[in-house]
């Protein structure tokens, strides 16, 4: 006998970088960042079951990406480790976030097992805790487990609420997978943007320091960028490949969304004020 619950579904949002500037590097080669990080409806779900024999499954590892590495396997023995819980998980994958997108999605599904199996397995660890853990995962972890729109500093670990328009959002995918580190290693890439001492001015003054190197290195981005800004003034989110428009109304990104889904992969979401799974705690 292993599974001791039925499986319960859990959502993963993406996340949007409204703004991204590289301030810096770390000694360990991290870059130290200034984002503001936002939720949006686009959303993988996972399925958790718990285990009586202390086993992490995952039943349908993605094509690519072997079960051992994948971010919700990891992030679940990360969570045994660090509470020592005895009891394991059974996990069911459903990916609607593309991959290398600059949505976060790995992150975001490494973040809803660690909220997620912290109330299964009633280890009950603080927010901070469970926030330490997943950026050992990934330096996108931690705002998902967070769960409210935030100020990013540090390698985008170090987390201040802030406000964020309500908004929709079409986002258009180029078509490549944009590998992150490979960005942040180029050697043109900004480093020395001027810490902002105004935060509020982050979520007006839009930019994304990695766009430019990832425009160089992948010219489908590039047109990607330039087709949309004849609909607004778009950006590219995270280390890419997704660009980003954004609107006040639904109605407007509907009309941007009917025009660019013929040339590009693309969804319509809505912004969310939090995570689905905050709880206000
Ligand atoms: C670009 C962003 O998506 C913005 O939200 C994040 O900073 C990247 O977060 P992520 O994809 O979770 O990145 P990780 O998986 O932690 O790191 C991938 C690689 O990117 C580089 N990396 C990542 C984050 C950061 N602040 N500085 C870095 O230099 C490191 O070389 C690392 O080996
Ligand atoms: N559950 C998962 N979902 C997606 N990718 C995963 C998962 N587990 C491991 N990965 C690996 O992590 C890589 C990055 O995935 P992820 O979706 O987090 O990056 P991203 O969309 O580029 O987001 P960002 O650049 O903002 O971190 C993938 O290319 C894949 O190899």
Redesign the pocket.
């Known amino acids: 006998m292993a599974l001791i619950t039925p499986f319960q579904a859990f959502p993963a949002p993406a996340?949007l970088?409204l703004t991204?500037a590289?301030t810096g590097?770390?000694a360990d080669?991290?870059?130290?960042?200034e984002?503001v990080?936002r939720f949006i409806d686009l959303m993988d779900t996972v399925e958790l079951a718990v285990r009586d024999d202390g086993d992490i499954v995952l039943d349908n590892p993605i094509p690519g990406v072997p079960a051992d590495s994948d971010l919700t396997v990891r992030a679940a023995r990360a969570l045994q480790a660090a509470s020592g819980a005895t009891l394991g998980a059974s996990i069911r994958l459903h990916k609607r976030i593309p991959m290398g997108g600059?949505l976060?999605g790995?992150?975001s599904d490494a973040a809803t097992v660690l909220l997620a199996l912290n109330q299964l397995w009633n280890t009950q660890l603080p927010r901070q805790t469970l926030q330490d853990i997943g950026?050992k995962?990934?330096?996108?972890?931690p705002?998902f487990v967070f769960g409210r729109p935030a100020f990013?500093t540090?390698?985008?670990d170090e987390l201040t609420e802030c406000a964020v328009p309500d908004a929709w959002y079409v986002v258009l995918h180029p078509g490549v997978s944009v590998p992150?580190?490979k960005?942040?290693?180029h050697q043109g890439l900004t480093r020395n943007s001027t810490p902002s001492i105004m935060r509020a001015l982050q979520t007006t003054q839009r930019k994304n320091d990695?766009q430019s190197v990832v425009c160089q290195m992948f010219p489908e981005v590039a047109q990607c960028l330039a087709k949309a800004s004849e609909y607004g003034e778009p950006l590219m989110?995270?280390?890419g490949a997704c660009v980003f428009l954004e609107f006040d109304k639904e109605a407007q990104a509907g009309a941007v969304f009917q025009s660019l889904s013929s040339s590009y992969t693309a969804f319509i979401a809505k912004g969310l004020q939090h995570h689905p799974l905050y709880d206000g705690r």
């Open positions: 996340k970088n991204l590289i590097r770390r080669g991290y870059h130290l960042l984002s990080f600059g976060g790995g992150s950026v995962l990934g330096a996108d972890v705002v990013a540090g390698i985008g992150t580190a960005i942040f290693s990695m989110t995270g280390s």
